[in-house]
Every structure is written in C-alpha cells, then in structure tokens.
C-alpha cells in the first residue's frame, strides 16, 4: 500500500514534510457521510455570531479579488501533498467586507451537509490562508470541497472545511464535529496534534 499510493518523503523535504506524514501519489479524498453536490447558482455564504450578518452569493465572491496560491496540504490520517495548486481569494481579501466585533477570539466553519470546524481568529486570519474555488486550473471537484473550501495550510486539512457555506464569529472556542468526536481542538501537523488533550 505504501509503494502504490504513499512514498517515504526524503531528506529533500525534511523541512516541508511533517512527523508521521507520508507524500501521496494522487490527491486522496476522505469525507464523512454523504457528499453535498450544490450548484454556484444557489451556492450562499452566510456570516453572523460576533460579526454584522452578511449572506454573500457566488457572484459576490467572485468579484473579490482573486488571487493563485501554491500551498503544501497535509491530512491527519498520516499523508502529505506538496505543492497544491489553488486559485481563490485570500481570508484577509475576504476580512475587508466583513465587519468583525473585537470580542471575537475564534471561528466556527459551517458547511453544507452539516459539517463544523473550529480555528481561532490568529490561525484564521494568518496571511496563507484561502478560500478556494479552483484546484489545479479547473473548478473545485465536488469530492475537494466543491463549490468552495477554506485552506489552512499550517493546520491539518480537516481545518480546511469542504463545501463552506458560512463562518459564526465566537467569544469562546466551541468544538466543531470532529474536535467533539476525540480530534485536537487545533490540529497543528509539525507538533502532531492529532487527538484531544482536552
């Protein structure tokens, strides 16, 4: 399974491969449950919480400016793929047109067939961070995350919410779903912070 799929990262990518993590050969697809299929058309993305509510079409989201990204994206379940290639608009782009209360310390990920993942505001708002609408040159398959995901390069992808549909600004950290199914709460992949401490 190894030698098919997955290779042992050499010492060229010590510095980009994190502990545990393995380079897959294709670009696995992981999802829990049924796979939501939404057309652009009817595609919504919603903010409220400790934030003036806001409900954004496609269109809106297409007329933010875009911008190509090059990220390396490692899962939790122990593979890594270098170098994916994104295009979609920066989380401090997208911060410009949304008014934030300064209570707000983390955010929960909403996403159609009811997934959540929480990150804090400092993760959420480093400068790498994406929403993504476009992987490799063509539109963002529906088993990546399609119409849109977050990309959060620096923590495990299961922080980077598949089929996002809205973001709820929060005082206090909340747990998402796999956070409250045994998952640490942060998920940072070069201190292997896979399961709970909490």
Known sequence: MLGKFFQKPGPEHSDRVPPGQHLAKGFPVLTYGETPTVAVENWQFKIWGLAKELTLSWDDLMAMPQSNFTADFHCVTTWSKLDVQWLGVKVTDFMRYVEVDTRA????????????????????????????????????????????????????????????????????????FWERNGYHYRGEPWAEERYSIL
Not at 148 to 160: E, F, G
């Open 105 to 176: 310390k983390h955010v929960m990920q909403h996403c159609y067939g009811d997934y959540t993942t929480n990150v804090s505001m400092d993760d959420f708002l480093r400068a790498e961070n994406f929403f993504a609408h476009t992987l490799f040159g063509e539109p963002l398959p529906v088993e990546h995350g399609g119409p849109l995901r977050l990309v959060i390069p620096h923590l495990y992808a299961w922080k980077s919410a598949k089929w996002l549909n809205g973001l709820e600004f929060l005082e206090q950290m909340e747990l998402g």
